[in-house]
């Protein structure tokens, strides 16, 4: 069974910047897409990121496109969300996520979840 762990959340001021790391336990994800989503209180799990097994193709959700970088080192099975100009409104608990298909932006595509890093964005 693949386990994915997230670490790198924490509490930072607005404008401030934190990197996300996820490792999956089997290199077998190494040749698998893998995403990052988030969800804030009272609001449904959102995509923010994906990746493909390359790192050739990366998507990204509209409302962090130019803040937020993903990327992996297949080497070490890790992949990583570099977070800047936070806001507020990206407080959330993030999710890594990982599927061996193609790259996609759904969670419903994704097999392997992990349990959450918390980013608290202050004003």
């Known amino acids: 069974q693949v386990q994915l762990v997230e670490s790198g959340g924490g509490l930072v001021q607005a404008g401030g910047s934190l990197r996300l790391s996820c490792t999956a336990s089997?290199?077998?994800?190494?040749?698998?897409?893998m995403g990052w989503f988030r969800q804030a209180p009272g609001k449904e799990r959102e995509f923010v990121a994906a990746i493909n097994w390359s790192g050739q193709i990366t998507y990204y959700a509209d409302s962090v496109k130019g803040r937020f970088t993903i990327s992996r080192d297949n080497a070490k099975n890790t992949v990583a969300l570099q977070m800047n100009t936070l806001k507020p409104e990206d407080t959330a608990v993030y999710h890594c996520?990982?599927?061996?298909?193609?790259?996609?932006?759904?969670?419903?595509?994704?097999?392997?979840w992990g349990q959450g890093t918390q980013v608290t964005v202050s004003s």
């Open positions: 996520a990982g599927r061996v298909s193609p790259i996609a932006t759904t969670t419903n595509d994704y097999t392997y």
């Open positions: 089997r290199r077998t994800l190494s040749s698998s897409a």
